[in-house]
T-cell receptor, first 113, second 116 residues
Framework: GDSVTQMEGPVTLSEEAFLTINCTYT??????LFWYVQYPGEGLQLLLK?????DKGSNKGFEATYRKETTSFHLEKGSVQVSDSAVYFC????????????FGTGTRLLVSP | NAGVTQTPKFRVLKTGQSMTLLCAQD?????MYWYRQDPGMGLRLIHY???????AKGEVPDGYNVSRLKKQNFLLGLESAAPSQTSVYFC???????????????FGSGTRLTVV
């Protein structure tokens, strides 16, 4: 079945550091890929998405590129802020007409001043 | 504000007790979902619904039942709670078709359930 693998956390960075959170996937078809973010005490929110190979999703300074050849969708940000501290989930949805999401286990990011 | 509302936010149950978690959305979304979130396991789909009056099993349905009598509501029931059901439960909704890819899921803020 479909699956998503994320790097284990927590990822601890100082403010203004470069961020990479790795995500790889296994899917039988041509999935769409997503990053969701969960701030403390809240539900998940869509951060960015990419629906086909080589697409780059971006939002709030975060970027991720859909790499079909390496089945990856790594999340990056050039300069993190304390307010970026949250749990980040990579997810996929198979192109079957019904958008059932499969989530990774989540990676906690802690940014210190 | 438009969105997904879950009630209650916190609950402690004794083993064997029953309860119902309520999810309500006001965005006219067709699809609704119940997930549970456990440490180290991410989010796992319990049940979902593709429209009023329909439900389907997800990845971890055992011990749970659901109903979607009205389009805007999706109820999750625990008939006989067990400690293994201690978790944070999230409800989500999404529109159909390509809008789901554009806007993603809308999640509620979660229900933290402890079964002792």
């Amino acid at each position: 079945g479909d699956s998503v693998t994320q790097m284990e956390g927590p990822v601890t960075l100082s403010e203004e550091a470069f961020l990479t959170i790795n995500c790889t996937y296994t899917a039988t078809g041509y999935p769409s890929l997503f990053w969701y973010v969960q701030y403390p005490g809240e539900g998940l929110q869509l951060l960015l998405k990419a629906t086909k190979a080589d697409d780059k999703g971006s939002n709030k300074g975060f970027e991720a590129t859909y790499r079909k050849e390496t089945t990856s969708f790594h999340l990056e940000k050039g300069s993190v802020q304390v307010s970026d501290s949250a749990v980040y989930f990579c997810a996929l949805s198979e192109d079957t007409g019904f958008q059932k999401l499969v989530f990774g286990t989540g990676t906690r990011l802690l940014v210190s001043p | 504000n438009a969105g997904v509302t879950q009630t209650p936010k916190f609950r402690v149950l004794k083993t064997g007790q029953s309860m119902t978690l309520l999810c309500a959305q006001d965005m006219n979304h067709e699809y609704m979902y119940w997930y549970r979130q456990d440490p180290g396991m991410g989010l796992r789909l319990i049940h979902y619904s593709v429209g009023e009056g329909t439900t389907a099993k997800g990845e971890v349905p055992d011990g749970y039942n659901v109903s979607r009598l009205k389009k805007q509501n999706f109820l999750l029931g625990l008939e006989s709670a067990a400690p293994s059901q201690t978790s944070v439960y999230f409800c989500a909704s999404s529109p159909t078709g390509m809008y789901a890819y554009d806007y993603g899921y809308t999640f509620g803020s979660g229900t933290r359930l402890t079964v002792v």
